[in-house]
């Protein structure tokens, strides 16, 4: 365990350095922030001064070591939009992010694993057609379409939803969310089912095709010939094993979640990093992209790892 | 000419065609792609209005709504955008450019991750196992926060975006081919033919291609889906295409900015012309994954 442990985090060392590395080269290729920094007219006196305390006037090779000595210690630098510190920002933000993440990760868990293991156990029947083909559908939705259509429908017309926005954020064991109040509920169902939309579609069709698999296995044969009812070959036999596929498919689908919260944020005007990722491109803001960046690379690393561990604890098969 | 038309009657008893026939939605959905193919190639011919030409834009006709709401006109089935611009005939014209995007995209993507996965399996040793990890580590993360990326530095055009794509696509190619390639490797035949003195690069590519292709033509087909949803995305955030060669995904963002003022129609249109042609290719890639490669996932 301890060498697996060891040899694990070596990788995640080594992935995160190149991810650093490619992050800072193509950043300093983006735009050149001097000019959002200064008023137009300028004079080259300005010019050279910002660029001396950017120091940008450094060889590239030398930024990189000074921005990789900034980023362990998390500075990388101030927005040059918002004039604070850029992982600042990505924190304050990044709490509204969470929230619908997690609301739309137990809509996934709850419709598309139970769905998924339906139309995978009951192959033949009419209605686990039905969900493939709407399965198919919804992965061919694009998620910023689906978000106006609720928009315009739901709220515009019908009033049901308010439009844009976080609403009231209210205290729950000190953390303030919007998962404390009523209208902050009312906020989050919209981009939460946007969001949600086209992973359910997705996490049926590949919690199905691991169902089929599990099914085709020769212990659910065996059970079924010494005449173990098929209720319980579903839920004592196979469930058990449909785990595994599970939960690695659940790893990836976090980090789209977490990719496609910068469309649902744009589209909801919800105050996530999402949104501030995006604000922050249109703005050639390279302190915050690329604070944000290494931010989700970390938090990509980790799922991934957590995965790997939690792997280990549902079978005990793989040896470590 | 004999030989040709013994390979089409080939085709026409081949159990995959029999298959097809027999299959309403590998039917519906090859006519859904073809019809979109044919819409951007002569659309252009029929369309009652050029939305590019300004000059052939009237005011008067801004935010008409679409031909069967009151206060619409029959000249624009679907209604008119804040300029007059017909958005029938901008939905054609865009299409032209998201289609282009996809099946180019595509195209390079499966080129490059083609080769990398041939000559990765096909050579084996450090090379391999070095462009493995980079397709490891690359698929970690998903395409969508890639391509955010790349765009956010290469700066809005189309050729951009085909690089970008490329640059997502080639990893799935990679890998399949690699690994179809290295089952394939070690069969008698190729065995054969480095005994007989064939040249590496010829057993790549007149042996071992031609077993690795099926499997390209399945993630191609949803590839092309996949590309247009993620390049009509790009577009939607103002990261994709320029404003000069507008696609589905732009003419959704410039609707969007309309939409709160209750023209939906703007937007809504387009976007199911994408929905339209991208549940097609998956309705279609889903058939030809169910035929020709079942292990595919």
Redesign the interface.
Known sequence: MFKFLVKRIYQMII?LL??SFI?FF??S??GNPVHTMLPERASQEQVDQVVKMLGLDKPLHVQYLIFLRNALKGDFGRSYTHFQPALKLIFSRFPATLEIVVVAMMMTIVLGISLGVYSGAYPKRRSSKFIMGWS??G???????VG??L??FLS?RLGWFP?SGRGDLGSFFGIRTSLATLDGWKHIILPSITLAGINIATIIR?VR?GMLETMRQDYIKFAKAKGVNSRDVLFKHALKNILIPVVTIFGLQL??L???T??TE??YAWPGMGKL??DA??NLDRPI?SAY?LF??VL??VI?FIVDILYTLIDPRVEI | MPVKQSKIQQFLHSEFFHNYRKSPTAIISSLMILSAILIALFGPLITPQDPYALAGLELADAFKPPAWIEGGDANFLLGTDQQGRDIMSAIVYGSRVSLYIGFVGVFFAAITGIVVGLVAGYVGGRLESIIMRIAD?QL???S??IA???M??FGRSVSNVLIALTLIGWVRYARIVRGETLTVKNKEYIEASRVIGFSNIRIIFKQVLPNVLTSVIVLSTIQV?SFI?IE??LS????GVPITRPTL?ML??D??AV??S?L?WV??FP??Y??FI??G???FG?FLRDELNPRL?
């Open positions: 992935v190149v991810v992050v193509m950043t290729v983006i198919i559908a992965i061919s939705l694009p998620s910023f379409w106006m259509v928009i315009f515009v439009v590949l095709a980090g789209e977490i990719a496609f910068t469309i744009t589209i990722l995006i491109i249109n992209v960046l989700v690379a990509f690393v991934n | 580590i970690s993360f998903p969508m926060l955010l990326f790349l956010t530095t889906g949803l009509a995305t939607f955030l103002g990261l995904g959704c963002s609707g969007f939409l709160y209750g939906w937007s809504f976007g199911l994408i929905v991208v549940f290719i998956n309705l889903d996932k």
